[in-house]
Antibody, heavy 120, light 107 residues
Framework: QVQLQESGPGLVKPSGTLSLTCAVSGASISSNYWWTWVRQPPGKGLEWIGEIYHSGDTHYNPSLRSRVTMSLDNSKNQFSLKLTSVTAADTAVYYC?????????????WGQGTLVTVSS | DIQMTQSPSSLSASVGDRVTITCRASQSISSYLNWYQQKPGKAPKLLISAASNLQSGVPSRFSGSGSGTDLTLTISSLQPEDFATYYCQQTYATPRTFGQGTRVLIK
């Protein structure tokens, strides 16, 4: 069974950098999958942040592109998200997910999510 | 970006009711649409991919249909465990945008 687990600081200061890691078990991040980050502000809907392929190719949401970086760590079977210059608007539950592509993309396995609050 | 608009934003229904949720795309997305169910405090769960492919383990009362700009999720007979928020997501292009969600409430 594929499992994903987000980890990282739950509190980040304004103008700081949000850094999260997603540890994957039951699947190899070097296999033919895209690995995705999605966030959800409290009480609001889902926002697709971006995705990274096993090759390192990335697609980012244009609304966040100037502040987002995603990376892979094959040795630890995990992938990461960095979001710079954060504001209160970046307060959200952040989810990592596996994107299985077989003709179409589908987020078939998700982490439980981690709440990141931006506050001084 | 492709904008996804779900309707209604919320609905009240009774156990046994037939429920239909619509997702309208700002441009044609063919059948590149997924449906997710989210319960409070939980991660979304994939129900249907590619507009109509029911995921393994998902009850057959859930079905998806449509293509182009108007796609639907139908629950044929609402069960107590179906009260949740449902999201569509287009995967035709990046950013892979979600609809704003439809909250299904108990009447």
């Amino acid at each position: 069974q594929v499992q994903l687990q987000e980890s990282g600081p739950g509190l980040v200061k304004p103008s700081g950098t949000l850094s999260l890691t997603c540890a994957v078990s039951g699947a190899s991040i070097s296999s033919n999958y895209w690995w995705t980050w999605v966030r959800q502000p409290p009480g609001k809907g889902l926002e697709w942040i971006g995705e990274i392929y096993h090759s390192g190719d990335t697609h980012y949401n244009p609304s966040l592109r100037s502040r987002v970086t995603m990376s892979l760590d094959n040795s630890k079977n995990q992938f990461s998200l960095k979001l710079t210059s954060v504001t209160a608007a970046d307060t959200a539950v952040y989810y990592c997910a596996r994107d299985y592509f077989s003709g179409s993309h589908e987020l078939d396995f998700w982490g439980q999510g981690t709440l990141v609050t931006v506050s001084s | 970006d492709i904008q996804m608009t779900q309707s209604p934003s919320s609905l009240s229904a009774s156990v046994g009711d037939r429920v239909t949720i619509t997702c309208r795309a700002s441009q044609s997305i063919s059948s590149y649409l997924n449906w997710y169910q989210q319960k409070p405090g939980k991660a979304p769960k994939l129900l249907i991919s590619a507009a109509s492919n029911l995921q393994s383990g998902v009850p057959s009362r859930f079905s998806g249909s449509g293509s182009g700009t108007d796609l639907t999720l139908t629950i044929s007979s609402l069960q107590p465990e179906d009260f949740a928020t449902y999201y569509c997501q287009q995967t035709y292009a990046t950013p892979r945008t979600f609809g704003q969600g439809t909250r299904v409430l108990i009447k």
